[in-house]
């Protein structure tokens, strides 16, 4: 919109000063629409900082719920190992595991195929004629069940202990090469993978000067009086959740122990730091200060009361059922304060995992599940906040829409004013142009007169 800045300098009156005061009248509805938009937006803003907190609450409700096949108490299962007789085996639990005592018998362990070559004098001097090969095959199919096999021809750059080393591990065949100079010289040893089913079988012109020095074979051993075999000394697939790393032959004693507590404690800790951070929050945001005479960014919303109420009632109305004790989570030490905030006593916390850990667990896992589907229908992609955020977002687009209309039609005015007042200005200049030759006209009338 063009602008007359010299409005007024005809005629000596502050009519831009005038345009500017009637405008400021005319653009109160605009003002109002542009208000009302500011407000909606910072409560698009509280939105989105609600559903940051709760969306927080419900990870952390997330971390107090059994996952799918999984009880209570696994969730929850620290579990730790104790062989006896550390000579023979060692152990690792995790996922899975179930504490309990288990006797383990090691009668023989895995090894791998070893051969040993020939002996030369340097590993660089040449170990055959060029096109000499060595075939390795393998007691397993390859992934698509066909056979495997190998085969490395000497040439010109590994015709020797060293260029066979390095064409072997090159191959990535499973298969080890290293190179031992002794007293006698070099000799080249080959190592498979351990178990009979990684069994290597030599060909070509350069088997003969290889003799093998161990067969590959499983561990065998048992559990329980329960027979069983691995491939590797590290069995991980006969105990629930437990790996065995066999050593040595012998008997002894593995006791599996699960401690529920740490992982309980800090989980539920974690659970009550994201609720008493959701519920300032949500206090701040529905809060009026009467001193200030300020309300917060959501006061008197509806999603806001009912979140707060959701998750109030939450807290201590989920219940274990059946005839525990400890149905609530007032009864394992979480109380609340007078701001609403909660708190843990872990030595009642402790006493109640001590007295019916399982009844705990199940106390926990509920209150986890019950936070997160009700949370869900609140910060989830189609939630309560998505519906407001975007009911508030066309509101948006609306409002911004009537200002756009309201602003046209402002602009209109200003224009209207100004054509009107530049009229007035050019009248009032000639008015004052002809005023000043009226009165120079007179003077010199006057002047006349005098002189005669």
Known sequence: MATITSL???????LESLVTKLMSVEKAPLNALTKKESAVNTKISAFGTLKSKLSALQTAAQALKANIGQTALQKFATYSTTVADTSIASATAGTGAVAGTYTLNVTKLAISDQFVSNTVTSASDPIG???????FGFATPDANGNSRSKTITLDSSNNSLTGLRNSINGANMGITATIITGSAGAQLVLTGEQGLDNKITLGGNLASQLTQTATADSATFTVNGIAATSNTNAASKVIDGVTLNLTKTGSTTLTVAAEYSSNLSTALNSFIKAYNDANSTMATMGAYNATTKVAGTLQGN?????ARQETRSLVFGTTVGGTSAYQRLSDIGVSVGTDGS?????????KALATDTASVATLVDKVGTAFNTTLEKVVGTSGKIKVATDSANSMIKELQKREDAVQLHLDQIEARYRKRFTALDTLVAKLNSTSTYLTTQLANLTSSTSSK
């Open 302 to 306: 509806s999603l806001l009361q009912d």
């Open 129 to 135: 004629t060029v096109g000499d090969t060595l075939t």
């Open 342 to 350: 909660l708190s843990l006593d872990t030595t009642k916390l402790n």
């Open 8 to 14: 007024g300098a005809g005629s000596g009156l502050d």
